[in-house]
């Protein structure tokens, strides 16, 4: 069974400060990983998208790596800013369509 | 373009009612995903319907059981409601035979007293 591990699970940082997140997952047989932004009690926003043969995908100040082979990807966030945080969340989708969701990394960046 | 729309936004109900939550995709999606957030427990995966039939479920009991329409809208049902059904319950839809990127509607806080 598909397993996705997230760290740290909280992080702390002050603004302007690049940073980067962990997302682990345990079987590499993936079509692809998401990245998402969660707000409180919000739904989700989906950042970036990157397929199983894609290595990363950039998206203004983000980027997003993925080494399918260890079963690793990473989200770079460039420059933050208070407005980047949120919880975020990687997730993978499997052949049975379903995405599998890590625990998530809940991101303070303080003014 | 419209997103991904759910209602209610909170539905609060008793031990043993059912509840129906509902859910509306991106015009043109054809796939409805639904998720739980509970607390403490992440997202896991519920029920996937497309063209009308269920095509995959999680790991949930069967008193957890939906549909979608032929406009491609899904309701979720949960029958006789227990208190660790309090969750966020999170709508999803995409183009299955496109775009495998999945948009997520803002969710249906339901809470079980």
């Known amino acids: 069974k598909q397993e996705v591990t997230q760290i740290p699970a909280a992080l702390s940082v002050p603004e302007g400060e690049n940073l980067v997140l962990n997302c682990s997952f345990t079987?590499?047989?993936?079509?692809?990983l998401q990245w998402f932004r969660q707000d409180p009690g919000k739904g989700l926003t989906s950042l970036l998208l990157?397929?199983?043969?894609?290595r990363e995908q950039t998206s203004g100040r983000l980027n997003a790596s993925l080494d399918k082979s260890s079963g690793r990807s990473t989200l770079y966030i460039a420059a933050s800013q208070p407005g980047d945080s949120a919880t975020y969340l990687c997730?993978?989708?499997?052949?049975?369509?379903?995405?599998?969701f890590g625990t998530g990394t809940r991101l303070t960046v303080i003014p | 373009e419209a997103g991904v729309t759910q209602s209610p936004t909170h539905l609060i109900k008793t031990r043993g009612q059912q509840a129906t939550l509902r859910c509306s995709p991106i015009?043109?999606?054809?796939?409805v995903y639904w998720y739980q957030q509970a607390l403490g427990l992440g997202l896991q995966f519920l029920l996937w319907?497309?063209?009308?039939?269920?095509?995959n479920r999680g790991n949930f009991p069967p008193r957890f059981s939906g549909r979608q329409f032929p406009n491609y809208s899904s309701e979720l049902n949960v029958n006789a409601l227990e208190l660790e059904d309090s969750a966020l319950y999170l709508c999803?839809?995409?183009?299955?035979?496109?775009?495998?990127?999945?948009?997520f509607g803002p969710g249906t806080r339901l809470t079980v007293t």
């Open positions: 997730a993978v989708k499997t052949g049975a369509n379903n995405l599998f």
């Open positions: 079987d590499s047989a993936i079509y692809n």
């Open positions: 990157i397929q199983s043969s894609q």
């Open positions: 015009s043109g999606h054809t796939s």
């Open positions: 319907y497309d063209e009308g039939e269920e095509r």
């Open positions: 999803a839809s995409n183009d299955y035979r496109g775009s495998y990127e999945q948009y």
